[in-house]
C-alpha cells in the first residue's frame, strides 16, 4: 500500500469509532462482560438515528420548496423508505440485545445511573422533525432530563419546519380538486351518497328478509354513511380537530382522499407512494416503540427505568398516542371500492398523464 | 419414475391444498386480483398455528406428567424455541399482507362479511392452550360468533390442563427450596435487607452530600425496598392475586425466582432457559397482536372489520391485556446482581452438578 | 351467526387445508414427532409459489402486449416487490425448518424416499416461466424425475411467453434512443471516449508521478475503456452472446442501459424500478437457492438427497449458473457518474415529463 | 439534571461516534447525498465485527484451558448464539445499503479509491479467530493491501489459539469414547454393519423384485455402506486428511460423532449445542459472504471492487472455500437413525446423568 493513499481504516474513522467504548463496570473493578454488547448496541442505534435524521431533514428540505417537482416527489418516496428500513433494522436489533438476560444486565445496570435513553437527543430530534404533535406527549417535561446544550439544541429545532408541516402545505397546494367546473369534494360526496342509496334500496327490495334484520341492517348502513359525514363539512371537521380527534388540516385531508382514490394516474402514482411511506414510517416507528417496550419489560419487569423513567407503562403509552401520520392512515375509512369512484373530467385526465402518451394518442 | 413409490406431490397432498383457494370475487363476477394473496395468506397462518397448536400439545403432555425428567426439559426448551420462530414468521408475514392497499382490498372486502379472522378456531384453541386468563380476555363473548361445532372443540378444550398450569405445578413441585435447615426464601430476604442496609449506609456515610439529597436517596430506597415485601410474605402476595395483580402462585413464585437466581448450575440451566422460553412466546404472541393491530388500522381505518369487532382498538387492548406470562417477566424486578446472591449449601451445590463433575472430584 | 352466512373456516377451506397433513412416520407405526413440520413448512414453500407464479403470470400478461401503458408497468412493479417479499419470507423459512436437528430428521428421512424438492412441479414453473436458459440449467434432465402429469404441464407452459422475453421485447421496442437526429449509443459513445481521455490527459500531465506508476495508470485506464468496447459494437456484442457471455440482445441491452442513466425523467422512473425489481427477484432467488444448499448441506452432510439428488453441490451450482436477468445486474459496470451523462435533447425532454409540468411551463 | 452525574451521550461517547463521519465528497466539492449512508453502514459493520471478535474471544480463552468446566459450556453456547445473531444483522443490513443505486454509488465510488472493504482489519482478525484454513483462502497475499500496523496485528494475532484448534483440542480430550471395556467406535461400527446388512437381507429376501433392481438396490446399499468406511479406519481418514477433504483430527471427529448421537443425556445436551452452535455461526457467516457477493454483482457488475479485488468472482470463492466448521456439518452422513444406535453400558450412562436424578432413583 502506498503513502498517502486512502486507507479503509482512516475512511471510516475507526480509530475513533472503535475506541469509543468504556464500560463503567471495568472502571469501577466490577467488569460485567455483557456491557460491551449494551454499549455497541446503543452506538449502533444513534448511527441509525443520525442517518434518519440526515434522510429526513432532506425530505423535509425539498418539500418546504414552494413548489416540489416530480421527481423530488420520487426521491423523497426513496428517502422514506430508507428510513423505514432502517426502523426495521432498529427493531430486528432487540433481537440481539436480548441475547443478554436481566440477570447480566443487572450487574452493572446500576453504574449507569441516571443515564437512560430517555436522554438520546437525536431521538427526541427525530420526533420533532417528523412533527409529533406536543400536546400528545406523554411526557412534555422530558427536557427536564436533558442537559443544557441538548435543550438548546431542542429548542432551536422546535423551530423549524416539520415532515408533518411541509406534508400538510403541499397537499393543501394540490391544484386538481378544483378545475373548471369540476368540484372533487361535491363529486365524492355524490359518490358517497349514491352507494349508500343502493345499499339502502337493495334491503328494502330483499324479498325474504324479516323486516327486524331489514331494521337492523338500514341501521347498519346509516351508521357508516354518518361517519362519512365529517369529510362533507368543513365546519363539522373543524370541531373534530378543536377536539384534537383530527390534526390534518380540511384541505389537506381531500387531498390526500383525492390522491388515493385516483393514484392509478401517472401524475399521482408517486405522490401516493410518498403517503403511503409517510403511513409505513409512522407504522415503524410505533412498532420500534411497542418492541422497545417489551424488551423492558422482561429486562426490569416493573422497576423504573435507569434515568427514573416510569419504564414499560411510559413506553407503552408513547406507542399509542404519540403517532404522527394516524390521520394517514384513518382514510382508508374513506375510501370507496373502484367501481364506485367517480370518473375525473377528461381535461384532469389528460393533465394526470405523461406528454409521450398524449402526443402518442394526438 | 417408477409407479408405487413415492411423489413428492402426493406426499404433501398438494392437489388438495393447491386447489383450495377459491376467491368470491371471482365467483362475483368482480374478479379482484389481490384476493388470492389474502386467501393464501391467512391460509398459511392457519397452517402455523396448527403447527404451534401441535408443539404446545407436546410440551403440556410431557409437564403434565407427575415428574418431568431433565431431557424432556431440553425437549420442551427446543418446542418453545419452535413456537417462537412460527410467530416470528408470522409476524414477518404482514409485510407481505401490506404489499396489498387499502383500495385493492376494498374492491373485495364486502363479500366475506361476516367471515372475519375472529372466527379462527385455532388461534383462540392458542390462547385456550396457552393458559390466557379468561378473566382478562378483552371481548369474552368471542365465541358468539363461531359455529357450533367450533364452540363445541372450545369447550371441550377448555377443560384441558394449560401450559400456565402445568407450569405452575411443575414450578411448585421443585425440591430445591428447602432442604435440611435450608430455606430459600429465608436467605434470600436477609440478602435483600443487607443490601438496602449497604445502601442506607453508604447515603448517611456520604461526606459531601447536601442534607436535603440524602433525604431524597434515603427515600428512593426505602421505595425500592417496599418493592420487594410482597415477596417476602404469603398473605400479601395472595392479596395481589385477589386483586387479579398477580397470578402465579406464591410458591411457584419463589421456584421460578430461584431458578433465575442459580440458573448457572447444570441442573437449573434448562429450567431456567424453559422459562426465558414462556417470556419469550409470550412476548412475540404480545408482538403479533401489535404488529396485526397497526396492519389493521392501516388497511381499514376506524371502520369496525369484517366480522364486526372493533379493529384497531380492540386489538390493541388484546395486546396490552392479554399476556400469559407476565408474571415471569415482572420477576426480573425481584433479582440481585450477582454479587448480592446467597451462597447455595454445599450439599445442595452437589445434588445440582453432574454425576461425572462428582465422580472427578472424588 | 346466522347460517348460510360466509364463514371463515369455509372460506378458507380450512377443513380441505387442515388435514392434508399424513405423516409417513405415524403411517409406518413409527411416529416421529418433526415430520409435521417438516410437512408443514413444505406446504407452505408450495403456497407461496402458487402465489409467486400467480402474480408472475399477470406481469407477463401485461406485457406481452404489444404496448405496455404507463400504469401497467407501475402495476408490475407492485407485483415484483411482493414476488421478492415472498421469497423472502422463503428464505426466512429455513430458520424454521432449521429447528429440526439431522437426527431428528433422520428418524422419517428413509421413508420419504425417493419422494424429493426435486419433484416440486411448481418450482419448475417459477424457473421457465421467469425465463431460466436452458442451457445453463445443472441438471437437464430434471422432467425424468417427475410424472407423467407433471411433464405435460412442463411441456405445455414452455411454449408461453417468459418474464425473459417479454421484458426484452418491451426494452426493444422503447422509442427514444433514437429520436430526430438523436442516437443515444453514438452520445453515450463519445461520453465515455471523452471521460477515459480526461483521465488519461489528467494522468499525462501529472507533474509528480514517477513514469513507472504513469505507465501502470495507464494501462489501468485502457483495460477500463475497453470493458466498454462490446457495448458500442454490434458485432462484438453478439460474438459474446454466441458465447453464452451475454443472453440480452443488443438492442434491448442499449433501452436497458438508457432506462438506467435517465431514470430521473418522470416516465422512466418506474420502468426503472421495473428493471431494478427483476435484479432483485433473480437476487432474491439466488439467496434462496444459496440458503437451501446450507440447509441441505447441515441436515444430510455430503449424502444424496432423498429423491437422488447430488444435494449441497448440485443446489450450488443452480445458485451460481441459474440466474436469469444477470445481464441486467451487470449493466451496472456502464454506468456513468452523472456529471459525465450526456444531456438529452430538449425535445426528448419533453417527451419524458408530465402534460400537467409542460402546461405550468408554457 | 445534576452536574457531575452520568450522562447518556458521555457514557456512549456520541461526541466522538456522531462526528467520525466526513465524506469524501463533500471535501471534494461534490456532495453525494449518499455517501453518508455509506459509511455509516460500513462503520457499523465494523462495531458488530469488534463485539463479534470480543465474544469469540471469550470462547476461546475458555476452551484453551486444559479442563471446561460444564456450565463454561453453557455460556459459550450463548456467546455463539449472540455472534449468530450480530451475523444475522450483519446480513439484514444489506438491505439498507442496497436502498443505494448503482447509480447513486458512482458519484462517490471513484473518490475512495483505493480503500476497500477488502482492508477491513476486523475481518480477517474474525477469519483468523475463527480458524480459518490458511490453504484455502482464495487470495492469500490479501496481507499486501494493508498497512504495517495492520499486518503487525495480524501476524500477532496468527499466533494465538483459534476456535477450531481449542474445540479439536477439548472433543479429543473428551474421555467417554473408552471407559472400561466400552470402546465407542467399535461399538458405532457393529451397529453401522447390522443396519446395512438388513438392509442387503430385506433386498435379498423381497418376494416380487425383479433380480436386476435387487442388484441395483444392493449396489446402492454398497456404495452406503463404503461412505462409512473412513470413519472405521484411522488411516484412511488421515489419508482423507492429507488430501484436505477432511481437516479436523480423527479423534475429535470420533468425539463429535458421539455428541451428536448421545446427545439427550443431560451431560451432553450443551456439548452438542455447542457443536451446532458452531455448524451455524460457520453457515451464517457463509451466508454474509454470499449476499455481500450479490450486492456487489448488483452495485458493480463485473467491474473490479474500489480496493483491486476482482468483486463479485472472489467473494463467490470464498463463499464457497472458506468455511471453517464444514467437517462438523459434514457429520450428519454419519448419524444413525435412533432405533440403530447402540446403547451405553449402564456406568457411562450414569455419569451422563445428574446427581440429583442418580439420588433419586437411590
Redesign the interface.
Known sequence: ?AQN??????????D???S???P?SAAAG?PA?DE??F??V???Y???F??AL?ELD?IIERFAQPYV???EV?TAV?RL??IR??L??AV??F??L??M???DF??FR?????????????FRLLELRLGLDEEERVLRSYA????ER?RARIEQVRTQPTLFAVTEQWLERMPFLEVGQYRFWSEYRHAVHRMFERERAAILAHPALPEQEKQRKLEQVDS?AA?FEALFDAERYEELRRKRLRRLSYRATLAALFL??Y?????L??PFRFL?GL??VD?QL??WR??HA?MV???????VGT?GSSGYDYL?QT??RQRVF?DL???????????EIPPLPEQLQ??????????GQG
Open positions: 500500500m493513499e486512502l486507507y479503509y481504516r482512516d475512511y471510516l474513522q475507526l475513533r469509532i472503535l469509543a467504548q468504556q463503567r466490577t462482560h460491551l454488547l454499549i455497541i446503543h452506538q449502533v444513534e448511527l441509525w443520525k442517518l440526515y432532506d417537482p416530480e421527481h420520487a426513496f423508505e430508507r428500513k432502517i426495521e433494522l430486528a436489533q433481537e440481539l436480548e441475547t438476560t436481566p440477570l443487572l450487574e446500576d453504574l449507569l445511573h441516571p443515564a437512560s435513553g430517555f436522554q438520546s437527543l437525536q427536564a432530563s436533558l442537559d441538548d357508516n361517519a388515493m382514490l393514484r392509478d394516474y401517472p401524475l402514482q408517486l403511503d403511513i409505513r407504522q410505533s412498532l411497542y418492541r417489551i419489560s422482561r429486562m426490569i419487569g416493573s422497576k434515568g407503552l406507542t399509542i394516524a392512515a384513518q382514510l382508508s375509512s374513506y375510501l370507496l371500492p373502484r367501481s389528460a393533465q394526470l398523464r405523461f406528454a409521450f402518451e398524449l402526443a
